[in-house]
């Protein structure tokens, strides 16, 4: 079972508290990742924190859970498929690095794997085209 990484990098004119706090919002992801988000449990100590759990559905495929691991505002978020997914290892890390202009460097990571032959290269290319497209309108909403 071989990984694939997804791996984004992207500058954005708004500042990392803006947003971290845009794309740790389960709700926003929905755009981010062509799914249908659905919280289902809030984190520790705060809503999008660590322990808090969302459902994912692609589609007519059955949903999937993610659970966040690291929360660090406004730098760095962790997660984890928990639930329901024939990927193994999943492992999302989105970073926020100030830019010397008050933006964004923003770093999204993906660990993707599947012993289903196939299917992690399925993904790879799915999630870094949605991801990609969504940009513009994270820009904008953050």
């Known amino acids: 079972?071989?990984?694939r990484h997804v791996h984004i990098e992207h500058d954005f004119a708004k500042s990392p508290e803006r947003v971290f706090t845009y794309l740790s919002e389960h709700e926003n992801l929905a755009d981010v990742f062509g799914a249908k988000v659905t919280r289902l449990e809030?984190?520790?100590g705060a809503r999008n924190g660590v322990g808090s759990?969302?459902?994912l559905q692609i589609g007519p495929l059955p949903p999937f859970e993610e659970t966040v691991t690291e929360f660090v505002p406004p730098e760095r978020i962790v997660?984890?498929?928990t639930k329901g997914?024939?990927?193994r290892g999943h492992?999302?890390?989105m970073t926020f690095t100030p830019t010397p202009n008050g933006g964004t460097r923003f770093v999204y990571d993906i660990?993707?794997?599947s012993p289903i032959p196939g299917l992690a290269p399925i993904v790879h290319a799915a999630l870094t085209r949605s991801i990609t497209r969504s940009l513009d309108g994270v820009e904008r909403e953050a």
């Open 111 to 113: 660990r993707i794997a």
């Open 85 to 87: 997914s024939p990927l």
């Open 53 to 55: 759990v969302r459902q």
């Open 91 to 93: 492992v999302g890390t």
């Open 1 to 3: 079972m071989r990984a």
């Open 42 to 44: 809030d984190g520790e």
């Open 79 to 81: 997660y984890r498929i």
